[in-house]
């Protein structure tokens, strides 16, 4: 009985080991997939356990270079952050960014816009798209 304990432990300290190693800090670069097509941003996170410091970096529609800071958190494998943009008439728009830390060098998720999946409400009946993708891979360097 000892000896199942003694590896049962020993099993839950590496998985605890390898949880606690998740760290994305640093320089991505994310695709994100939407039915307007893909849209590049650079994005720079900064870890401190769990808690997480975002800054985005992309082109808005009128061609000129916007950042976007905020925060979110790292749980295991798991990453999310939420992000308040001003649309063009002027009202704010939260997006949630829920997704799976692949390995060290890839992230993959998909986009809530204002609480709910997918897209702003658009459609026949007020259907919503399906949730828009996006993926990350960790700039060399």
């Known amino acids: 009985m ?14 605890l080991l390898a949880v606690a190693a998740v760290n994305v800090s640093g320089s991505w670069e994310m695709t994100m997939t ?6 590049k941003s650079d994005v720079v996170f900064v870890q401190d356990g769990e808690k997480l410091t975002v800054t985005m970096n992309r082109m ?3 061609g000129n270079m916007e950042e976007t800071k905020s925060e979110g958190t790292v749980k295991g ?5 939420k992000t308040t943009r001003q ?3 002027g009202r704010e728009m939260t997006i949630t960014y829920k997704g799976t830390i692949v390995d060290d060098n890839n992230m993959k998720g998909t986009m ?6 997918g897209g702003p409400p658009g459609g026949m009946g007020g259907d919503r798209p399906p949730a828009p993708e ?3 891979v960790r700039k060399a360097g």
């Open 112 to 117: 809530e816009f204002g609480g709910g999946p």
């Open 60 to 62: 808005n529609r009128d």
């Open 34 to 39: 939407t039915p307007r097509g893909e849209r």
């Open 2 to 15: 000892k000896k199942i304990t003694l590896a049962a432990l020993a099993i839950l300290s590496l998985g």
């Open 77 to 81: 494998n798991v990453i999310e952050w």
């Open 134 to 136: 996006w993926k990350a």
């Open 87 to 89: 649309s063009r008439d």
